[in-house]
């Protein structure tokens, strides 16, 4: 981990205000074999902070990419129905509006397994997927997704570049956030992008995470959490123009950031910026309260669910999701309060949860365990889940939704926000 001097990773200023401390953690995505729960599992401080000269909130602490993406990740995008139907619209679109066609690239950045880019493969559009992660890049290279396993920097855009190989779209989602050398990775979407092209990007929006309360969110893969005042000046460093921007309710609320080499910009980017500057999300005052909001969720879910025990019931979790693990690490939820963990990614099944030590099982353990109450770590997909968990629901199970107020939600009530 590194953590030398702190300094603002887009603009460099040092003078940043610390916000949130979320204790030491383990990482949120190293799920733990049988073998490996008698070894000592390492804890990294979570330290949130905010820059007053650019507006862009980070951790302070830096896990290297290594270690937290290539050995043996366990995140796979293409388990969620609903950012299954999320990337195909947003791929349709691309086509239509850019006219895209044979002689075109899509290259996706973090193209994990190819979830996203198979969309263009089926319309025969040429594509390109860069990801780290071993395992995700080589189901979408089989999935017929041609794919490199590595990191994107600049350096790596210009090796592309120099092979013939620009991209009239380049798709960032759920990207930017991770990468430690922020300005290098932008830089390298500006040599890698063709003059008339557009990089499409989505990102947590950190309005929503402040507004909902969502510190789960705040993980060490999650290195910066940003407002689209601190994205466009990062984009503006690097002579690239953010021309488009739109709020969509994927992952708790996220930006879908449309940037060019030109600037032909949308009233939509104006219109955030001014929500923004009136919600004072660019000033100290904004995240002034948040630290202590988050640890009243912390103590009223901890009552409810010990209230709960204490009433005899069983209770289990679903979603072994990175945000689950800060959740129930900064919480202190264990095996006393929780039994198992369902997901469906095989890929986590059989694993435990970080620190908690949880086990991680098949989704149909909730119907075959039926425990009384199932803590929604992945409250993000609240809808998809509970539509999917109806025989649960009839057999008398209860869903509990952790942020922004824990509280149990009853089956009529299908929408979450
Ligand atoms: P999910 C991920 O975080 C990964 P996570 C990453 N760190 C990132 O940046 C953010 O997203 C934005 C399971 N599931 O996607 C799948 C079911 O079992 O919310 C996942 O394990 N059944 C790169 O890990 C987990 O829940 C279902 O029906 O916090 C959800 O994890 C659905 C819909 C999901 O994000």
Redesign the pocket.
């Known amino acids: 981990m590194t953590h030398d001097t702190l300094a603002c990773r887009s603009c460099g200023d040092t003078n940043l205000a610390p916000v949130l401390f979320l204790g030491k953690t383990p990482l949120?995505?190293r799920l733990l074999t049988e073998s490996m729960l008698n070894e000592p599992e390492p804890l990294f401080p979570l330290t949130l902070h905010f820059c007053a000269q650019c507006g862009l909130v980070q951790i302070a602490e830096c896990v290297a990419p290594e270690q937290l993406f290539c050995e043996d990740y366990p995140?796979y995008s293409s388990?969620?129905?609903?950012?299954l139907k999320h990337s195909r619209d947003n791929v349709e679109e691309l086509i239509e509006q850019h006219h895209l066609n044979e002689k075109s690239l899509a290259v996706e950045l973090a193209s994990n397994d190819g979830y996203l880019l198979k969309n263009f493969v089926e319309r025969g559009i040429p594509v390109l997927g860069i990801d780290p992660a071993e395992g995700p890049a080589q189901a979408a290279r089989d999935a017929g997704v041609e794919t490199l396993c590595t990191f994107f920097t600049e350096a790596f855009a210009t090796e592309l570049v120099a092979q013939g190989r620009q991209a009239d779209v380049i798709i960032g989602n759920?990207v930017l956030?991770?990468v430690p050398d922020l300005n290098g990775f932008v830089a390298g979407i500006r040599i890698l992008l063709k003059e008339d092209g557009v990089a499409v990007i989505e990102v947590?929006y950190l309005k929503d995470l402040i507004d909902h309360c969502e510190f789960d969110?705040i993980y060490h893969?999650?290195l910066c959490y940003f407002s689209v005042t601190a994205l466009r000046s990062l984009f503006a460093r690097h002579d690239l123009s953010l021309n488009d921007v739109r709020r969509l309710p994927i992952?708790g609320g996220s930006l879908r950031l449309y940037v060019g080499h030109k600037a032909k910009v949308s009233p939509a980017v104006e219109v955030l910026l001014d929500e923004e500057r009136a919600a004072g999300v660019n000033e100290l005052r904004f995240y002034e309260d948040f630290a202590h909001r988050v640890e009243r969720i912390g103590e009223s879910l901890l009552e409810l669910l010990m209230g709960l025990k204490a009433e005899g019931k069983r209770i289990a979790a679903?979603?072994?999701?990175?945000?689950?693990a800060t959740l129930i690490n900064y919480v202190g939820i264990g095996t006393g309060l929780i039994d198992f963990v369902?997901?469906?990614?095989t890929h986590?099944q059989g694993r435990f949860m970080p620190g908690q030590h949880i086990p991680i099982l098949p989704?149909e353990a909730l119907v075959s365990e039926r425990p009384d109450y199932c803590l929604l770590l992945?409250w993000?997909?609240a809808d998809?889940?509970m539509n999917?968990q109806a025989e649960y629901l009839d057999g008398g199970g209860r869903f509990i939704v952790p942020v922004p107020t824990p509280r149990i939600i009853h089956p009529s009530v299908a929408k979450v926000d």
């Open positions: 949120a995505d995140y388990f969620s129905a609903a950012l759920n956030a991770h947590p969110t893969e999650h992952h679903y979603g072994a999701a990175a945000k689950g369902v997901d469906r990614n986590k989704c992945a993000n997909f998809e889940i999917q």
